[in-house]
């Protein structure tokens, strides 16, 4: 699709607020849709060539959806947190290591999904993000969750296929954490600490594939109150 096609995009996105211009091989944001700034809710730039995010990408105060997957971004800008009103946020598919300091600024995320990507270490500046629901990890090379974890109010985590071996002694304390996937990873039995099982909200964690049989997971002390919280997720479903 060339320019005349896009002309149409930017037409209907200054009366709907949402820009659809993913897969077009874009190596920049196009003036045009910076000017869109101040009508723009939705903006999806997934699956083109972006390596940078320009300042100007501060300007996009009404922004709720932010969709950057499969791009070739190698880090999030600081004025990121300059999107006051986003709620949902995907990066995933591209080369990150880290987030910006002031990320923790962005009080109105929801979901973020960073999956596929080249994070070493837990992004800290998830914590205290109040608003959070849903909170992809997978696919990266994270060794272990840190402490801290009493202020990460994330429904759901997802840290599956990463190299974790250690987990924080605090992570129970994590106030509405629910789902933890952590399939495939270095986790050895001895890792899964007890309070985990009885004093959390958790009621779903998936284990699979790491250095011992889930079903030996029955030996830990706590598990009877993790599958009473299973079962009672399974009856309020049907």
Same mark, same amino acid.
Do not use: W
């Given at each position: 699709?060339?320019?005349?096609?896009?002309?149409?995009?930017?037409?209907?996105?200054?009366?709907?607020?949402?820009?659809?211009?993913?897969?077009?091989?874009?190596?920049?944001?196009?003036?045009?849709?910076?000017?869109?700034?101040?009508?723009?809710?939705?903006?999806?730039?997934?699956?083109?060539?972006?390596?940078?995010?320009?300042?100007?990408?501060?300007?996009?105060?009404?922004?709720?959806?932010?969709?950057?997957?499969?791009?070739?971004?190698?880090?999030?800008?600081?004025?990121?947190?300059?999107?006051?009103?986003?709620?949902?946020?995907?990066?995933?598919?591209?080369?990150?290591?880290?987030?910006?300091?002031?990320?923790?600024?962005?009080?109105?995320?929801?979901?973020?999904?960073?999956?596929?990507?080249?994070?070493?270490?837990?992004?800290?500046?998830?914590?205290?993000?109040?608003?959070?629901?849903?909170?992809?990890?997978?696919?990266?090379?994270?060794?272990?969750?840190?402490?801290?974890?009493?202020?990460?109010?994330?429904?759901? @985590?997802?840290?599956?296929?990463?190299?974790?071996?250690?987990?924080?002694?605090? @992570?129970?304390?994590?106030?509405?954490?629910?789902?933890?996937? @952590?399939?495939?990873?270095?986790?050895?039995?001895?890792?899964?600490?007890?309070?985990?099982?009885?004093?959390?909200?958790?009621?779903?964690?998936?284990?699979?594939?790491?250095?011992?049989?889930?079903?030996? @997971?029955?030996?830990?002390?706590?598990?009877?109150?993790?599958?009473?919280?299973?079962?009672?997720?399974?009856?309020?479903?049907?």
């Amino acid at each position: 699709m060339g320019n005349a096609g896009l002309k149409q995009h930017y037409e209907t996105a200054s009366k709907t607020g949402v820009l659809q211009i993913s897969d077009h091989k874009l190596k920049d944001i196009p003036p045009e849709v910076i000017s869109l700034s101040e009508k723009l809710r939705n903006l999806d730039l997934s699956k083109n060539r972006l390596s940078y995010l320009p300042e100007e990408l501060s300007k996009f105060k009404l922004l709720k959806q932010l969709n950057l997957e499969s791009n070739k971004l190698e880090m999030v800008p600081h004025y990121v947190a300059n999107l006051q009103k986003l709620e949902l946020l995907n990066i995933s598919n591209n080369s990150i290591q880290s987030l910006p300091h002031t990320f923790c600024k962005l009080c109105n995320l929801k979901q973020i999904y960073l999956n596929n990507n080249k994070f070493k270490q837990f992004p800290v500046q998830l914590l205290g993000i109040s608003n959070l629901e849903v909170v992809d990890l997978s696919h990266n090379k994270i060794t272990e969750v840190p402490t801290g974890m009493s202020n990460f109010f994330a429904a759901e @985590l997802n840290l599956s296929q990463n190299e974790i071996s250690a987990l924080s002694e605090d @992570l129970h304390l994590a106030p509405r954490l629910k789902i933890l996937r @952590l399939e495939e990873n270095c986790l050895s039995l001895e890792a899964i600490n007890p309070s985990l099982l009885r004093d959390s909200k958790i009621h779903t964690m998936n284990l699979d594939g790491n250095l011992f049989e889930v079903k030996q @997971l029955a030996s830990v002390e706590g598990y009877n109150e993790y599958t009473e919280r299973y079962t009672a997720m399974k009856k309020k479903m049907f």
